[in-house]
């Protein structure tokens, strides 16, 4: 079949426009250049390359791990009329037999594929007797060895660029963080000016993200804007998500647990109530998450620091998928990025694997610290593109920026005069002049940095620190004791003293907003 890209949407599938970035796409992979199609689940992948596949000369190759999605592609496309078969090693006779003679007369438009099957040399054999119009590699992010979904056989996919040289490549996911992205690109010889990603952004989802100060009053306050709403409250501890729950209830919500350390009745009694009630809060450990089918989630909460930023997004994702307005709210405090940060480094990951981790925890840090607008942080992180949104907290509200080189040049030398191995309250105690035995029994009474920090309170010096920490300036140390240190990129400020801009940090809730207070 040779039609034009714009007939097959119509005719096979029966829209009438491509959605998104579709039709650029269709457009690139037309013209012969591979592509890298990364957009979230359900952004429209598989026209992508099944288009391009069936309007260019030849047959497409499908690269799938999955050998029941496969089937399931190709019932729907045969169904539509499309020629579509899909490959697998335990065809027998003349089942085989048909399928390998449709193969190499040129019969099929689409042809699916394991990758174990399809780099067998018999296979490649019988695939270079045929043109190829595309070889698509579905669920790229298999090849890569910092996902989690690595397969072994995914990896020997660069064998194709070989052995089709001249056959444009697409590899195509939802799921790719920077690192991953790169592996990928890489791996398969895609260009970066290949890359198309697209459709992360939820426009209805609100966003805002705060400092831990008061988090039950914040929670409740967050809360009084969704009287008879439903939503989630996501917990790090399987405790805390009992404890929030049941001091809800107190408060009047109807509110559910639900986390693994649940015996498996209660966890679906409570997936089962959530999903039917109105007006009902789950209170949950990342546990929850996978087949929550609920459209009218009203809002998610963070009451700790996600695992990462694609957590953060997948989690504040289960909000408002009948796409009315939602909102979300993250509350993240120091002794989470203490937290992470240990979680990371006495991990037995090895210690590549670390450094990507910590590069994670750096980009999430950097979005609860972005004066910027938090959906353009967000899109970004994904490569996506947006203007500022006007709907999230630092649109709204930009936050006050301040010179803080001397501030910060303060909080390193005074991490540094104590010896690189107390913690941030220790660090605010001295800066403030505080009287604290420890510190005359360490003698930080007469250093030089004691008490030259009174231009700012406590809270503010612990914003900053925070923000240091951020920033990468200052380490939060590995033995859990949460020790600041002053990194490379620490030494260097002090050094060269570069301006640096911070946030002056939000006022504390009780004495700001326009409800919540009882
Ligand atoms: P992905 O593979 O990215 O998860 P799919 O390719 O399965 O997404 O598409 C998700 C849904 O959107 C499917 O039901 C698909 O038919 C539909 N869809 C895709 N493109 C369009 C379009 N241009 N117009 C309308 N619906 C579309
Ligand atoms: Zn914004």
């Known amino acids: 079949m040779t039609a034009h890209p714009l007939h097959i949407l119509k005719t096979v599938y029966g829209y009438d426009a491509f959605r998104g970035r579709q039709a650029e796409i269709v457009d690139h992979v037309m013209a012969g250049n591979n592509a890298f199609v990364l957009m979230p689940t359900g952004g429209g992948k598989s026209l992508c390359y099944q288009i391009p596949a069936m309007a260019r000369p030849g047959m497409g190759l499908i690269v799938s791990p999955l050998i029941a999605l496969m089937a399931d592609q190709v019932t729907a496309l045969r169904q539509a009329g499309v020629r579509a078969a899909a490959l697998n090693s335990d065809l027998q006779g003349d089942e085989r037999h048909s399928l390998w003679r449709d193969i190499s007369s040129g019969a099929l438009d689409l042809l699916y594929v394991a990758p174990e099957t399809l780099l ?295 991490i540094y005069k104590t010896g690189e191995r107390f913690g941030q309250a220790y660090i605010v105690d001295v800066l403030l002049g505080g009287a604290d035995e420890r510190i005359a029994q360490f003698g930080h009474d007469r250093i030089s940095t004691y008490g030259i920090g009174k231009e700012h309170d406590s809270r503010t010096w612990r914003a900053i620190l925070r923000q240091l920490i951020a920033l990468r300036l200052v380490n939060v140390d590995l033995d859990g004791h949460g020790g600041l240190s002053i990194s490379e990129a620490g030494r260097q400020f002090l050094r060269e003293k570069p301006v640096l801009m911070l946030r002056v940090p939000a006022k504390p809730q009780a004495t700001r907003g326009k409800s919540g207070r009882k």
Request: one cysteine or more; charged letters at 25%; glycine letters at 6%.
């Open 120 to 414: 067998r040399p018999d296979i490649l054999d019988l695939l270079h007797r045929t043109p190829l119009s595309l070889i698509a590699i579905d669920e790229a992010h298999c090849l890569s060895q910092w996902g989690h979904d690595f397969r072994p056989s995914y990896r020997q996919l660069d064998a194709l660029v070989t052995e089709f040289p001249d056959t444009p490549r697409m590899a195509l996911t939802a799921t790719a963080d920077a690192p991953t992205r790169a592996e990928i690109l890489s791996h398969l010889r895609i260009a970066e000016s290949d890359a198309f990603i697209a459709g992360f952004d939820r426009p209805n989802i609100r966003y805002a993200i705060a400092e831990k100060d008061n988090p039950r009053a914040q929670l409740k306050r967050f809360l009084g804007a969704h009287e008879g709403e439903s939503g989630i409250v996501y917990c790090l501890s399987k405790r805390k998500t009992e404890e929030t729950a049941a001091w809800l209830c107190d408060q009047g919500y109807v509110a559910l647990p639900y986390h693994a350390g649940m015996d498996k009745a209660e966890r679906q009694t409570n997936q089962t109530r959530f999903q039917r009630e109105e007006a009902i809060i789950m209170v949950a450990t990342i546990a929850f998450g996978m087949g929550i089918d609920k459209p009218d989630v009203r809002f998610v909460a963070h009451l700790d620091l996600p695992g990462s930023i694609e957590a953060y997004y997948q989690e504040t994702g289960r909000a408002g998928r009948d796409g009315l307005p939602s909102d979300t709210l993250m509350l993240y405090g120091y002794e989470d990025i203490a937290l992470r940060s240990r979680f990371i480094e006495t991990s037995d990951a090895p210690e590549p694997r670390k450094r990507i981790e910590r590069q994670k925890l750096d980009a999430l840090l950097g979005l609860t610290e972005t004066a910027g607008c938090r959906r353009q942080a967000l899109l970004s992180y994904f490569g996506d593109h947006s203007e500022p949104c006007g709907n999230c907290d630092t649109c709204a509200e930009p936050p006050d920026m301040f010179d803080g080189t001397i501030a910060a040049l303060k909080a390193l030398s005074c």
